[in-house]
């Protein structure tokens, strides 16, 4: 309210000294046909100056801070994987059947086209990210994810985020992943049926961040080698992967 009254009371303020400074101008030279003249073009350059204003100029600078955003929320998913999203998905790739179906394609290089991008993104979107999940230690997997627990609800708390649908849900996928394993005291001793449903979450959150990554080192290819260069090294589907340049 106190807002309004503001800017109310300056639009008044500014419409009095508008309508004496074209009072002075009649009191000093008698034509009001020149005023007159004069406030009409400067009318019609108003709605121009809307459409510069509203369309060009505010669309730029809705991009620029688009693309600000965007870049603070890349280094938060930055610090994600490497805090915990390349040992989840080492972990989890380690436990798949199926993957030498689809490890080579996965091998991410310098040369990668966009096209080569896409490609492989469609390929991920066919994948079955099947799980030998009886063999998962349920209990490493907790307390990796325990271990991180305040920094995934410090990452969850980040208004940032909200610019990022898929990571919001890959997130949000592995807090409750971690809540599901915090809860159960003893996991060696469950039943058949609750193995199959933290398959279900397993599963969720293994296909996010195999998206998630690819997208990832698209964006350190386009924008920062140097990054790029180390996350090739460290490729958690790279069976050979080290970080040593060789």
Request: no cysteine; hydrophobic share 40%; aromatic share 12%.
């Given at each position: 309210m106190k807002r309004f009254h503001w800017q109310m009371m300056l639009g008044v303020s500014l419409v009095i000294l508008s309508t004496l400074f074209y009072l002075l101008h009649y009191v000093i030279f008698r034509d009001w046909h020149h005023i007159f003249i004069y406030m009409i073009g400067d009318i019609a350059f108003v709605f121009f100056e809307v459409l510069l204003v509203t369309l060009i100029i505010h669309r730029?600078?809705?991009?620029?801070?688009?693309?600000?955003?965007?870049?603070?929320?890349?280094?938060?998913?930055?610090?994600?994987?490497?805090?915990?999203?390349k040992k989840m998905l080492t972990y989890f790739s380690d436990f798949d059947p199926k993957l030498d179906r689809i490890r080579?394609?996965?091998?991410?290089?310098?040369?990668?086209?966009?096209?080569?991008?896409?490609?492989?993104?469609?390929?991920?979107?066919?994948?079955?990210?099947?799980?030998?999940?009886?063999?998962?230690?349920?209990?490493?997997?907790?307390?990796?994810l325990v271990e991180k627990r305040d920094f995934l609800v410090r990452l969850l708390e980040n208004p940032v985020l909200l610019e990022h649908e898929s990571f919001t849900d890959l997130l949000q996928a592995v807090f409750h992943m971690t809540e599901e394993l915090a809860s159960r005291e003893d996991m060696k001793q469950l039943p058949e049926a609750d193995y199959e449903h933290l398959a279900g979450d397993m599963k969720r959150v293994y296909a996010l961040l195999a998206h998630q990554w690819?997208?990832?080192?698209?964006?350190?290819?386009?924008?920062y080698p140097y990054?790029?260069?180390?996350?090739?090294?460290?490729?958690?589907?790279?069976q050979d992967a080290s970080p040593i340049v060789r």
């Open positions: 730029l600078l809705g991009e620029s801070e688009k693309r600000t955003r965007l870049e603070k929320l890349n280094i938060v998913i930055g610090v994600f994987f490497s805090e915990v999203g080579q394609e996965l091998i991410v290089t310098k040369d990668w086209s966009d096209r080569e991008f896409l490609m492989v993104s469609r390929r991920l979107n066919d994948y079955g990210y099947d799980l030998h999940f009886h063999k998962v230690d349920l209990d490493h997997l907790h307390g990796l690819l997208d990832y080192m698209r964006h350190l290819k386009d924008n990054l790029f260069s180390l996350a090739m090294r460290t490729n958690p589907f790279d």
